[in-house]
């Protein structure tokens, strides 16, 4: 069954013709039956049902709540949060139990929001399929042969299975938006900085964004508008550019939109590349604007991204060292061997090699020649894109150059599966706001039309993206 618009479920709880228990057993129910898509590693159903009964009671007493009141939702697992453990589906993780929650999560319980699970997603997010998990791979829910996109494939496909009406992921250079092209749902990247990362396993400081997933832009609206803004226990969080972010100025005409050059070149599946351009002449015909924009650095973006995003890794890592945390080697005969068995044993493949690519570039006689260059590049990028939005209000383009690939596809080469983020990993490395929207469907698979706006104009670019889910 799909979930009503949350807006309407928040309506009837609040006139008490739905309880918040009722919806979290409906969630539940729907998480145990489509468990096959292993989209979940942990259910936090006792906390979840303690939390809907005192909201129940709440409404019996006449006491206002929130604006998210009884709506269900996961918070892919590497959101501190009470009622599980929290792994980031890493082995090295097994066993953590929160000492506090993400700040994110906080203030979606204070809404009335509460949450059902955690969702699976490549290990700390190192990858775009779920394959890297320690754990379980989450299938994709329109062919489950294939992945479901990542790192926050378990919230993309929770979402697109009617577990529950939102899911929060991570986006360091594309894990919720490229799951969203893959799930077919609405995958959304904020502007750096705009909610708080508080609580959440750090992957690559510099480009982590906490992700949103849902079914509509509307329903995404409601949730950001309840997480975005400055939080004392995340330094680099910024104010909120709009006191609301749910009155959306939703109208393409007079719009200035510039498709990206860089990402219809070669490469682009022909399926892919049809409904996209469907979409554009939509818009055209709509009112907007359409201009072809280039972003000439576009092709250095993913050679600057697994550069400075590994360095980044390597650095943030290094906390595991199995004194810390739960997990700690049982056969160590001193406090370095412990150090280096844990760190062995705890971690998986991918998070190794980015340690290892993150620390070789970082290093004396290295630096120079890899980070610095790296950094350089990334500034270029940063002038290119505030170039091209004096030309345009946004920028449009794929999400991803495939639709969802098989399982197993892309595993035995690392260098193809990095290849997949080219069309995410610019945006995070520049910081700007980015949605995807579904765009119809190749083969019989989801594509997601990706839309970017300049820092700070959430709004806007949630408002461009309402239009956009209803002209498509
Ligand atoms: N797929 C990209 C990577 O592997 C993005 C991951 C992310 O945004 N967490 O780094």
């Given at each position: 069954?799909?979930?009503?618009?949350?807006?309407?479920?928040?309506?009837?709880?609040?006139?008490?013709?739905?309880?918040?228990?009722?919806?979290?057993?409906?969630?539940?129910?729907?998480?145990?039956?489509?468990?096959?898509?292993?989209?979940?590693?942990?259910?936090?159903?006792?906390r979840?049902?303690?939390?809907?009964a005192?909201?129940?009671?709440?409404?019996?007493?006449?006491?206002?709540?929130?604006?998210?009141?009884?709506?269900?939702?996961?918070?892919?697992?590497?959101f501190?949060?009470?009622?599980?453990?929290?792994?980031?589906?890493?082995?090295?993780?097994?066993?953590?139990?929160?000492?506090?929650?993400?700040?994110?999560?906080?203030?979606?319980?204070?809404?009335?929001?509460?949450?059902?699970?955690?969702?699976?997603?490549?290990?700390?997010?190192?990858?775009?399929?779920?394959?890297?998990?320690?754990?379980?791979i989450?299938?994709?829910?329109?062919?489950?042969?294939?992945?479901?996109?990542?790192?926050?494939?378990?919230?993309?496909?929770?979402?697109?299975?009617?577990?529950?009406?939102?899911?929060?992921?991570?986006?360091?250079?594309?894990?919720?938006?490229?799951?969203?092209?893959?799930?077919?749902?609405?995958?959304?990247?904020?502007?750096y900085?705009?909610?708080?990362?508080?609580?959440?396993?750090?992957?690559?400081?510099s480009?982590?964004?906490i992700?949103?997933?849902?079914?509509?832009?509307?329903?995404?609206?409601?949730?950001?508008?309840?997480?975005?803004?400055?939080?004392?226990?995340?330094?680099?969080?910024?104010?909120?550019?709009?006191?609301?972010?749910t009155?959306?100025?939703?109208?393409?005409?007079?719009?200035?939109?510039?498709?990206?050059?860089?990402?219809?070149?070669?490469g682009?599946?022909?399926g892919?590349?049809?409904?996209?351009?469907k979409a554009?002449?939509?818009?055209?015909a709509?009112?907007?604007?359409?201009?072809?924009?280039?972003?000439?650095?576009?092709?250095?973006?993913?050679a600057?991204?697994?550069?400075?995003v590994?360095?980044?890794?390597?650095?943030?890592?290094?906390?595991?060292?199995?004194?810390?945390?739960?997990?700690?080697?049982?056969?160590?005969?001193?406090?370095?061997e412990?150090?280096?068995?844990?760190?062995?044993?705890?971690?998986g493949?991918?998070?190794?090699?980015?340690?290892?690519?993150?620390?070789y570039?970082?290093?004396?006689?290295?630096?120079?020649?890899?980070?610095?260059?790296?950094?350089?590049?990334?500034t270029?990028?940063?002038?290119?894109f505030?170039?091209?939005?004096?030309?345009?209000?946004?920028?449009?383009?794929?999400?991803?150059?495939?639709?969802?690939?098989?399982?197993?596809?892309?595993?035995?080469?690392?260098l193809?599966?990095?290849?997949?983020?080219?069309?995410?990993?610019?945006?995070?490395?520049?910081?700007?706001?980015?949605i995807?929207?579904?765009?119809?469907?190749?083969?019989?698979?989801?594509?997601?039309?990706?839309?970017?706006?300049?820092?700070?104009?959430?709004?806007?670019?949630?408002?461009?993206?309402?239009?956009?889910?209803?002209?498509?």
């Open positions: 069954m799909v979930w009503p618009a949350i807006a309407d479920i928040v309506a009837k709880v609040r006139a008490g013709e739905l309880t918040a228990s009722e919806l979290v057993e409906r969630a539940l129910a729907a998480i145990a039956e489509k468990s096959d898509y292993q989209a979940v590693i942990a259910i936090t159903s006792e979840a049902r303690a939390r809907a005192a909201i129940d009671a709440a409404i019996k007493n006449g006491e206002t709540v929130g604006p998210l009141a009884g709506v269900p939702f996961i918070a892919k697992d590497n501190l949060a009470f009622g599980a453990e929290t792994t980031a589906a890493s082995n090295i993780l097994k066993g953590f139990n929160a000492p506090y929650q993400a700040t994110a999560i906080n203030r979606l319980e204070e809404a009335g929001a509460i949450c059902v699970a955690k969702a699976n997603l490549d290990a700390f997010g190192h990858g775009g399929s779920t394959e890297n998990s320690d754990f379980m989450t299938k994709n829910p329109h062919d489950i042969t294939r992945v479901p996109g990542g790192s926050s494939g378990g919230s993309a496909a929770a979402v697109a299975l009617d577990m529950v009406p939102f899911a929060l992921g991570t986006d360091t250079g594309g894990s919720s938006r490229q799951p969203a092209s893959f799930s077919g749902v609405v995958g959304f990247k904020p502007t900085g705009l909610i708080s990362r508080s609580g959440v396993v750090a992957m690559a400081s480009t982590d964004t992700g949103t997933l849902t079914r509509t832009v509307d329903d995404l609206a409601v949730v950001v508008d309840v997480m975005a803004g400055k939080d004392p226990l995340d330094g680099t969080t910024i104010d909120r550019d709009v006191i609301s972010y009155d959306l100025p939703a109208d393409v005409t007079g719009k200035k939109i510039g498709v990206i050059k860089e990402f219809m070149a070669e682009v599946e022909p892919v590349r049809a409904q996209i351009e554009v002449e939509t818009l055209k709509a009112g907007a604007d359409v201009v072809e924009v280039s972003i000439p650095s576009i092709p250095l973006a993913l600057v991204y697994y550069i400075v590994p360095a980044e890794i390597s650095s943030n890592l290094s906390r595991y060292d199995g004194q810390r945390y739960a997990y700690s080697t049982p056969d160590a005969e001193n406090l370095e412990s150090y280096t068995k844990t760190r062995a044993s705890g971690f493949a991918e998070a190794k090699r980015r340690i290892m690519v993150g620390t570039v970082l290093s004396s006689g290295y630096y120079d020649a890899y980070y610095r260059k790296a950094q350089t590049v990334r270029k990028l940063i002038n290119e505030a170039e091209a939005f004096q030309q345009v209000d946004f920028l449009v383009g794929p999400t991803a150059p495939t639709t969802a690939f098989k399982i197993g596809q892309n595993t035995d080469d690392p193809h599966m990095y290849l997949a983020d080219i069309m995410t990993v610019a945006q995070s490395l520049v910081g700007i706001p980015a995807v929207v579904p765009a119809g469907m190749s083969d019989g698979l989801p594509v997601g039309l990706q839309i970017m706006a300049p820092a700070r104009q959430d709004r806007q670019l949630l408002g461009i993206a309402k239009a956009t889910e209803k002209l498509l």
